[in-house]
């Protein structure tokens, strides 16, 4: 996955030149196209983004590219402050990658797994052709979908100490987001298959805690050297450094259906890196936790989502899972209130327990069959209200997100 270009603000995101307080942040989203017909994933990725052509100049703060396999789209914001920006580069990669597949005849689809599988192919290209050739059979279907938040931090070094602040936090921004219930039109018995699906990748899975950059970029390089990546910017690691930028990426959500609950993930997550920042100022050094303890909270989110117990990754027991995202938003509650989104979040959280997870409502739908699912996830992935065009002005342009 690529990284959202830098602007002036992103390594400092707060200051009265820089807009409304708080680090810098973008989005990039990844969707599934199917056919409104068979509710198939169609390899029909190219012709979608061929239309797109000329598209920017009416919505430039929003970019399109293609995704490992030919069912799979993505759209990037650029770099953002005010989570309101945030909302409508969001709407405006929906709409815009929305209205194309429409005139293609097909559909656009948040979901971290496909409902029902059709036929698709790698897209065309070294790097993924490189990717299927090392990995084999196990890409050849990985039509898996995430949102990925990109948050501004000052430098590499600090970048790794926020990732391992973030360790214990990433199973409860799993939970939040799961969305992938299904795979090959099986029920998966999990809430987020998605999880299960990348797992079976080398370099999955929660970070390692690292002591500096060295330590970090070593066990990069080790599992490149290893074979088992292609290159340096390839892990799967759920958070990790931008390879060009100073930016934290975490990885933990799945795709989910709506923007607003994309923008959950994305204040949430800003709000974790920014309490990660003030506790290293205070000189407080992130738990080390256990390894194989963090793999179980992991599992236990994908496993049951909002629907079941979660793991407490530093006491290593169970414990409800309204608990440990209450956690989360007292943890998060300072830096959310210096931003001025603890509101939103609130309010957003109660929405998403009154409506349940993603994966809680794509269940729901399949007692009228798995048709009526794909249905609703076409309809929750529609951007509604129509997007307020951003006259900020702090607001930097990214068209080359990688």
Sequence with gaps: MGDVAPDSALSDGYGPSSGPPGRTIGVEEEFLLVDPVSRRSVPR????????????????????????LSSQVEAATGVCTGLDVLRDHLMVGRRLLGDAARAEGVRLVSSGTP?????????????????????????????????????GVPDRETTVAVVNHLRPWLPTLLALSAN???????????????????????????PPWCGSTQEYDARVERLVEAGALIDSAMSFWLARLSPQWPTVEVRAADAVGS???????????????????????????????????????????????????????????RLPVRMAVGRLLDHTAPALESTFDLDTVREALAKLWRAGSGA????????????????????????????????????AVNRNAR
């Excluded at 790097?127 to 948050?151: K, S």
């Excluded at 963090?294 to 006491?315: E, F, I, K, N």
């Design 45 to 68: 990725s190219a012709s979608v983004l061929e239309r797109l052509t000329g598209a920017f100049p009416s919505a430039p703060d929003a970019t399109v590219k293609p995704e490992l």
């Design 115 to 151: 409902v029902l599988t059709g036929p698709v192919g790698s897209t065309h290209g070294e790097r993924f052709a490189e990717i299927m050739r090392v990995h084999a059979g196990q890409a050849t279907d990985y039509q898996a979908c995430g949102c990925h938040v990109h948050v």
């Design 180 to 206: 992938s219930p299904y795979d090959r039109g099986q029920d998966s018995g999990y809430a987020s298959w998605r999880m299960m699906e990348q797992a079976r990748f080398p370099g999955a899975g929660v």
């Design 259 to 317: 923007a607003a609950e994309t923008v959950l993930q994305a204040a949430l997550t800003r709000g974790l890196v920014m309490r990660a920042l003030e506790d290293l100022a205070r000189g407080r050094e992130a738990p080390r936790g256990d390894d194989q303890v963090l793999a179980t909270a992991l599992w236990s989110a994908a496993r049951y989502g909002l629907d079941g117990p979660a793991v407490d990754p530093v006491d290593a027991r």
């Design 360 to 395: 809680h409502r794509q269940r729901a739908a399949s007692s009228h069959g798995l048709p009526a699912v794909v249905d609703l996830l076409i309809e929750q992935t529609a951007p509604s209200p129509a997007p307020r065009r951003a006259t900020v002005n702090d607001e």
